[in-house]
């Protein structure tokens, strides 16, 4: 059974500082591309940041500089550090695993997310 949870939200002041975990289970996570999504109220699911399986990262523009994406393959584990929240990345944030060869996708699994709120 593939399970990915996720953790670490909770309420920050802006400015202030989250990190985000993914744990994955029931999968070859080494394999795996790691995606963070977020999703505010009223508003679409957005891409904030990817890790593929080799290690190499991209971000959503408004997210560069600020967020990291990082992964542990010891511990199937993903990560997302945020620094200088802003009101606006309130959301929750869903973790989710992609297993794609040569443009194939294979596999699609998403975690119930963890929710962030961002507020004085």
């Known amino acids: 059974q593939v399970q990915l949870v996720e953790s670490g939200g909770g309420l920050v002041q802006p400015g202030g500082s989250l990190r985000l975990s993914c744990a994955a289970s029931?999968?070859?996570?080494?394999?795996?591309?790691m995606n963070w999504y977020r999703q505010a109220p009223g508003k679409e699911r957005e891409l904030v940041a990817t890790?593929?399986?080799?290690?190499?990262?991209n971000y959503a523009d408004s997210e560069k500089g600020r967020f990291t994406i990082s992964r542990d393959n010891a511990k199937n584990t993903v990560y997302l550090q945020m620094n200088s929240l802003k009101s606006e990345d309130t959301a929750v944030y869903l973790c989710n695993a992609i297993l794609e060869y040569l443009g194939r996708r294979y596999a699609d699994y998403w975690g119930q997310g963890t929710q962030v709120t961002v507020s004085s």
């Open positions: 029931g999968i070859a996570f080494s394999n795996f591309a």
């Open positions: 890790i593929t399986p080799t290690g190499d990262t």
